[in-house]
């Protein structure tokens, strides 16, 4: 047997790999993103960064490099960085500056869904880039001031709307798709109608003008929303129509009243008498025509 000086550890090894390419990542990414642009990113993140720049740089596939070596080689040559793991376990590890204030903080606070779909290159943008993507966290408060402005301008507008006026019980003439229209704000028929996609037509003078069969399906949803904003005070034709055709095709009452929880349809004592009254409305006609 022969002695044979001992290889250095696995993990030195490691660490000590594409040196060229990690001063380089430091320069690019660490210094200039984390530390003087005081910008949040994701251990995810800087690790794609960095498998990336040893490809381009080096002509070497790092996608083998773990996570945890490369945040040990940036914790002992950067410990002016800060490392926090939500607690959230789908959610990345955050690397920031430690001298960076909460409010901050929470301003430059990456995707909160956790997803790791930044690419690198992304990371070595140009400043004129990193501008861009300071000015749309900045404007992050600016939007939700926006939606929250916009919710409660629907809320009043759903408030004001009067729902169903034709006298009870409701006839197969007030509960078709015309009618269905009359109880839908056309403010929030067209929101809906931009929001995914079916119209870009600017206006809240009518209805905008969309597919048929797209239109069927806005018309529900709307109408659903008029329904929970009232807490069900506000029939609509598709909430009891629907409450309706289930209970003749099924006769039963755990359906509609899961449809009922579920904000699509009225209760089933709602359903029950209008099925009461259209009977006796029914005799009523027939005793008149005799």
């Known amino acids: 047997m022969f002695l044979l000086r001992p290889d250095k550890p696995e993990t030195e090894q490691d660490e000590a790999m594409f040196d060229a390419s990690y001063k380089l990542f430091c320069e690019r990414i660490i210094r200039q993103r984390l530390l003087v642009n ?3 990113l994701r251990m995810g993140q800087l690790r794609q960064a960095f498998i990336d720049m040893v490809k381009a740089n080096e002509g070497v596939d790092a996608s083998n490099y773990r996570q945890d070596l490369l945040k040990k080689r940036l914790a002992q040559d950067f410990p002016q960085l800060a490392f926090h793991m939500p607690t959230k376990r789908n959610v990345c590890e955050l690397v920031f500056a430690e001298t960076l204030s909460k409010d901050a903080l929470v301003d430059m606070l990456p995707d909160p869904s956790g997803t ?3 690419q690198s290159s992304e990371l070595s943008q ?3 880039d990193n501008e861009t993507g300071r000015t749309k966290c900045q404007t992050t408060h600016e939007d939700t001031r926006t939606l929250y402005t916009a919710a409660f301008f629907f809320k009043r507008l759903l408030s004001d709307t009067p729902g169903m006026s034709c006298p009870w019980p409701p006839t197969s003439e007030n509960v078709n ?3 269905s229209q009359t109880v839908v704000p056309i403010g929030l028929y067209n929101l809906l109608s931009w929001i995914i996609g ?5 206006t809240l003078d009518h209805y905008v003008n969309i597919d048929d069969d797209v239109h069927l399906k806005v018309l529900s949803v709307c109408q659903d929303i008029v329904y929970l904003a009232s807490k069900g005070r506000k029939q ?3 909430s009891l129509a629907l409450g309706l ?10 359906i509609v009243s899961l449809l009922n929880r579920l904000g699509h349809c009225a209760s089933w004592d709602t359903v029950l008498s209008l099925d009461t009254s259209l009977a006796q409305l029914t005799l009523v006609e027939v005793s008149h025509h005799s």
């Open 177 to 179: 798709v015309t009618e």
């Open 245 to 254: 055709t289930v209970r003749h095709l099924t006769g039963s009452s755990r």
């Open 198 to 202: 079916a119209t870009e037509e600017p």
């Open 38 to 40: 005081n910008e949040v």
């Open 116 to 118: 790791e779909t930044t």
């Open 236 to 238: 609509t034709p598709k």
């Open 126 to 128: 140009t400043d004129s």
